[in-house]
């Protein structure tokens, strides 16, 4: 009796085996992946108030302080009314203080390159003139002879074999 009791035995623990989910957690990729790491950066300009913009994230009226990505190369782009446009390339670099490894407790060092970014914005010039139209030439206003003026129309020349001969003195009908 105690082979069938320890067989019986077996066989649930077997089958509570079976029920359970035995399989390995998720690796998961982004349980790994650190956020993005950004660096404040000081932005200026002159005038004051002009509205500065990296191609991520908000921008914000200067002075004032942008969030840019770590590590490379970005633009920051100012614009005031009135003003012409300016950008800037700022490079930004981050390095381990004390090694490579994050276990260290060593901080990160950012090394922001201009900094502060500063844009000295030019006046923008006028706006060109419309084009002008071009003024058409008076016009010549035509002679109108005054009527007085005309000369009387020419009789018409002669025709040969009708009337009198040519340099003849004129003949009248009724004599």
């Known amino acids: 009796m105690k082979r069938v009791l320890a067989i019986m035995a077996c066989g649930v623990s077997l089958s509570a085996c079976g029920s359970m989910n035995w399989s390995m957690p998720s690796m998961d990729m982004s349980a790994f992946k650190t956020a993005p790491i950004s660096a404040s950066v000081r932005v200026e300009s002159e005038p004051a108030g002009a509205e500065a913009k990296a191609p991520t994230g908000p921008g914000c009226r200067t002075p004032c302080t942008l969030a840019l990505p770590a590590n490379g190369t970005t633009v920051v782009s100012f614009s005031l009314q009135g003003y012409l446009p300016h950008s800037i390339p700022v490079t930004i ?15 990160d060092s950012v090394r922001v390159d201009p900094s502060p970014v ?58």
Request: net charge positive; hydrophobic share 30%.
């Open 93 to 107: 670099t981050t390095a381990r203080e004390g090694g490579d490894l994050p276990e260290s407790g060593a901080a």
């Open 118 to 175: 500063f844009a000295a914005l030019e006046i923008a010039p006028p706006p060109p003139p419309p084009p002008r139209k071009k003024a058409a030439p008076p016009k010549k206003p035509r002679p109108n002879p005054a009527p007085a003026a005309r000369a009387a129309p020419a009789p018409p020349p002669p025709q040969p074999g009708f009337g009198p001969p040519a340099g003849a003195p004129p003949q009248s009908v009724f004599r």
